[in-house]
Every structure is written in structure tokens, then in C-alpha cells.
């Protein structure tokens, strides 16, 4: 098993940038494929990006495209989500996810197929 704990969530105003940190215990973290989603109020938990055991593949949804950047460092056990050109619609909290898989370079979108979930982090756009 692992544990995944996120933190860097604030408030920001739009336009801004944050960076989204989740700290991974238990099982190598290299085994795993990592995941960010998010929720806001009232919505459905959306796919934003993901990223491969080895960090050399990466998948965004279309809207945060150009603006978020996914990172992992195995070294220390942590995958990240840099957030740039914030907008008041990214407003959620935001999950980080685990996948154990065999393939080295593969990721996962669907929020079903991950199997450890974050407690999540909140953030807040203004406009």
C-alpha cells in the first residue's frame, strides 16, 4: 500500500501560480503511477493531469493544457502540480492519486483505475 498526503493548496488570485506537492509513503513509489484530480463544489471529480512510474509521459485535460505541469521526483518519493495563469474556475480541491502498474512509461486518466486517493488540498482562485 501507499499513503498520499497533498499540501501547497491556498488562495490566489487570478492569474497567480501554485504548486501542488504529494508525499508518498509505504510501497516504492517508483511502482506507482501518479495522478492529480479535482472537485469542485457541486461537480463531478475531474481528471487534470498524469504522469508515468518513470516521469518521462505525461497526459493534461484540455483545460489546463499550457498552464499545469505535472513533475515526480522517485528520489523523494513525491509527485507535484505546478499551476500557472491561474483562473477562478480551477477553483477545487485538488487529489493526488496511485496507480501500481508494470509498464515503466504508461499513466492512467480514468479516476476509477487509481487505487490510493489523497485526502486532498484546497484551492482558491479570486477574480
Known amino acids: 500500500q501507499v499513503q498520499l498526503v497533498e499540501s501547497g493548496g491556498g488562495l490566489v488570485q487570478a492569474g497567480g501560480s501554485l504548486r501542488l506537492s504529494c508525499a508518498a509513503s509505504?510501497?516504492?513509489?517508483?511502482?506507482?503511477?501518479m495522478g492529480w484530480f479535482r472537485q469542485a463544489p457541486g461537480k463531478e471529480r475531474e481528471f487534470v493531469a498524469a504522469i508515468s512510474r518513470s516521469g518521462g509521459s505525461a497526459y493534461y485535460a484540455d483545460s489546463v493544457k499550457g498552464r499545469f505541469t505535472i513533475s515526480r521526483d522517485n528520489a523523494k518519493n513525491t509527485v507535484f502540480l505546478q499551476m500557472n495563469s491561474l483562473k477562478p474556475e480551477d477553483t477545487a480541491v485538488y487529489y493526488c492519486a496511485a496507480r501500481e502498474m508494470n509498464s515503466v512509461n504508461g499513466y492512467v486518466v480514468g479516476p476509477g483505475r487509481y487505487d490510493y486517493w489523497g485526502q486532498g488540498t484546497q484551492v482558491t482562485v479570486s477574480s
Open positions: 509505504g510501497r516504492t513509489f517508483s511502482y506507482y503511477a
